[in-house]
């Protein structure tokens, strides 16, 4: 089935520094990606949609400036945390879906980050 | 506001036991409602999914009831194993939308041997 690749899985940075997350579609091309939060025991919240060549659309709450989202290509989607600090500590996770059809979204392997 | 509801939060069956998820949602305009299962440190993984079209669907030991009157959708695991210790997620994809999914807030299985 299709694979969605995440990296680094862990991360630990410290405070006032950045982040990037890389999110692969390994076996279809993705001109929408999911960016989507989780804390301990919880669910998973939408942070934001983003779109291949063009700006990522970001929930209510989110701010666009702290979490860079770029998306150059079909197959690779990055968020930055940018100017982190501890409270941004949390699982984060994308996830595409083909754009053939009507199919399920594959999900990455997610990203600890901790930020100390 | 929360779309999609799940309970219970936390559910323990013993080996062999039925596991029963529910969900409900409160919008109509979803057209898809998958089911994942999340181990600790992972991400969720597709259990299976089903279509306001259908009523149940079935994969092996996991089903899908699906009540489209009553906005309501269940998980059933039978002969539950301890491999099934894990936390459900119910969600619904919004129609129209390109792959983005509202979730319910989980429910952690523990399965006793």
């Known amino acids: 089935g299709a694979v969605v690749s995440q990296h680094p899985s862990r991360v630990i940075c410290k405070s006032g520094t950045s982040v990037k997350i890389e999110c692969r579609s390994l076996?279809?091309?993705?001109?929408?990606m999911f960016w989507y939060r989780q804390f301990p025991k919880q669910s998973l919240m939408l942070m934001a949609t983003s779109n291949e060549g063009s700006k990522a659309t970001y929930e209510q709450g989110v701010e666009k400036d702290k979490f860079l989202i770029n998306h150059a290509s079909l197959t690779l989607s990055t968020l930055t945390v940018t100017s982190a600090h501890p409270e941004d500590s949390s699982f984060y996770i994308c996830?595409?879906?083909?754009?053939?059809?009507?199919?399920?979204?594959?999900f990455g392997q997610g990203t600890r980050l901790t930020v100390v | 506001q929360q779309q999609v509801k799940q309970s219970p939060q936390s559910l323990i069956v013993q080996k062999g036991g039925i596991s029963i998820i529910n969900c409900a949602y409160e919008?109509?305009?979803?057209?898809?409602f998958p089911w994942y299962q999340q181990f600790p440190g992972k991400g969720p993984a597709l259990l299976i999914a089903i279509r306001p079209d259908v009523s149940e669907k079935k994969e092996g030991r996991f089903t899908i009831s699906f009540n489209k009157s009553a906005k309501q959708f269940s998980l059933h695991i039978m002969d539950s194993q301890p491999g099934d210790s894990a936390t459900y997620f119910c969600?619904?994809?919004?129609?129209?939308?390109?792959?983005?999914?509202?979730f319910g807030k989980g429910t952690k299985l523990s399965v006793k041997p």
């Open positions: 076996d279809f091309q993705a001109t929408t």
């Open positions: 996830s595409a879906a083909p754009p053939t059809g009507d199919t399920e979204a594959f």
């Open positions: 969600a619904a994809r919004p129609r129209g939308s390109q792959g983005n999914l509202i």
């Open positions: 919008n109509t305009a979803f057209d898809y």
